[in-house]
Nanobody, 124 residues
Framework: QVRLVESGGGLVQAGGSLRLSCAVS????????MGWFRQAPGKEREFVAT????????YYTDSVKGRFAISRNNAKNTLYLQMNSLEPEDTAVYYC?????????????????WGQGTLVTVSS
């Protein structure tokens, strides 16, 4: 059974940093692309960042470019999202997702497995 478990969320002041982690078990982590999505209160879930199987290719939504960095450690079966210069608009539940293929995907349809989410709250 594939399992994705996010951690690292919490309350932080604007301008601060957090690092989210996503531990994956039950499948060969190193052969699939991964992604981060988020859902703010009252809004639909949206794409944040994606990374291919090797970590050589990444994409970000415009609002987080230059502030967030997605990475992975295939030896540890773990995906990361380093979030710097956080803004109140980044407040959301953050979800990691495992893709069907080795490449990146910016849409939810590219992912077959999801974590339960971790809450990030940025105070002004």
């Amino acid at each position: 059974q594939v399992r994705l478990v996010e951690s690292g969320g919490g309350l932080v002041q604007a301008g601060g940093s957090l690092r989210l982690s996503c531990a994956v078990s039950g499948r060969t982590f190193s052969t699939y692309g991964m992604g981060w999505f988020r859902q703010a209160p009252g809004k639909e879930r949206e794409f944040v960042a994606t990374i291919n199987w090797s970590g050589s290719s990444t994409y970000y939504t415009d609002s987080v470019k230059g502030r967030f960095a997605i990475s992975r450690n295939n030896a540890k079966n773990t995906l990361y999202l380093q979030m710097n210069s956080l803004e109140p608009e980044d407040t959301a539940v953050y979800y990691c997702a495992a893709g069907y293929y080795t490449g990146t995907s910016r849409t939810e349809t590219g992912y077959g497995y999801w974590g339960q989410g971790t809450l990030v709250t940025v105070s002004s």
